[in-house]
C-alpha cells in the first residue's frame, strides 16, 4: 500500500452520514418486527384445547363444559377428578402421547415415547405446556398437536 492511500486512510472517517442512517433504518425494522411478534399474542386465558393427529381432531374439550368430542380409537381416559384429567392418546404408529388437563385451565404432556421427548421437557422452539392461547404444543415424531381454541394448523402455517 502506498503511503499517499495510508493517509487517506488515516483521515477518513470512520462512518459517513449514508452509513448512519442506513444502520438506524436497519434498528427501527428490528424494534418494530420485535413489537409486531411479541406484543400481538393472545394472552387470554384458555377457553378449550383440540388435540390434532394427522391432520384428523381427536379430542376435544372446553373449560366450561368439559369434554366435547373424543376418538375413542386414540384417546383414553385414564385419570378424572375434580383438579385434572389425564388422557392416554394412542396413535397408529405404535407411539403414544400422556396428556394432563387441568381443570383450572393449564394443558401439558406429562410423557411419550419419542426419542428427543420436546414435547415433554420443552426447549428453545417448543413449550412444554398450554397456559395461555398464546401457543400450542408439538410432538414432531409423532405428527401430534394440542392446540388452544382459535388456532389452527395446516400444513405449518398457523391460522388464527
Known amino acids: ?46 377457553k378449550g384445547v383440540r388435540f390434532k393427529y394427522v391432520n384428523e381432531i381427536v379430542y376435544e374439550y372446553d373449560f366450561e363444559k368439559g369434554e366435547i368430542s373424543r376418538n375413542q380409537a386414540y384417546v383414553e381416559i385414564t385419570e378424572d377428578t375434580d383438579e385434572k384429567l389425564v388422557l392416554r392418546v394412542s396413535l397408529a404408529d405404535g407411539g403414544y402421547n400422556v396428556v394432563e388437563i387441568n381443570k383450572s385451565g393449564l ?46 394448523i395446516d400444513d405449518g402455517n398457523i391460522i388464527i
Open 107 to 152: 394443558v401439558r404432556i406429562i410423557s411419550a415415547n419419542c426419542p428427543k421427548q420436546d414435547c415433554v421437557y420443552g426447549n428453545t422452539f417448543f413449550n412444554s405446556e398450554i397456559k395461555d392461547n398464546s401457543g400450542y404444543l408439538h410432538c414432531l415424531p409423532h405428527n401430534f398437536q394440542i392446540l388452544p381454541y382459535g388456532y389452527d
Open 1 to 46: 500500500m502506498s503511503l499517499k492511500k495510508v493517509e487517506q486512510v488515516k483521515s477518513d472517517k470512520g462512518f459517513k452520514i449514508w452509513d448512519v442512517i442506513i444502520y438506524g433504518i436497519i434498528i427501527a425494522l428490528v424494534v418494530v418486527l420485535f413489537i409486531v411478534v411479541f406484543a400481538k399474542r393472545d394472552t387470554s386465558p384458555l
